[in-house]
């Protein structure tokens, strides 16, 4: 079963902030949260180290094949709530919007970070 979620507003948000702390571009930073998200969820549900997932940054969609016990979970979850399982999914996601990112209040400019190769 491959599920397919479209991010919100506050994940590309956070994934850019995320990105450009890092310098990377849109896209890589989006597939990274993403990465990130899913292996979270995964790993707490089944102990998975590792996801089958895409990206189509341009529409804003993640693609995931789940693992069994996940999507048995997400099944259940719908079941008990009347939400898809990709609806299920997709909250859980946005959950982890916001995970790993500075908590300092975002990007600090060169001035504030001598080691920071950025050149502003």
């Known amino acids: ?6 991010v919100s507003d506050r994940f590309r948000d956070a994934a850019t902030a995320w990105g450009d ?3 990377m571009d849109e896209e890589a930073a989006l597939e990274t949260k993403a990465e990130q998200a899913l292996l979270e969820i995964e790993h707490l549900v089944s102990g998975a180290n ?3 997932f895409d990206v189509d940054a341009a529409s804003g969609e993640i693609h995931h ?18 939400l898809e399982p990709d609806a299920v999914l997709a909250l859980h996601v946005d959950l982890f919007a916001s ?4 908590r ?4 600090e400019s060169s001035s504030d970070r001598p080691d920071d190769p950025r050149p502003y």
């Open 1 to 6: 079963m491959t599920l397919s979620i479209t």
């Open 21 to 23: 702390d890092r310098l």
């Open 50 to 52: 590792e996801v089958e």
């Open 65 to 82: 094949e789940p693992t069994d016990d996940l999507e048995g979970y997400l099944e259940r979850q719908s079941d008990e709530f009347g």
């Open 99 to 102: 995970a790993f990112l500075d």
């Open 104 to 107: 300092d209040g975002g990007s």
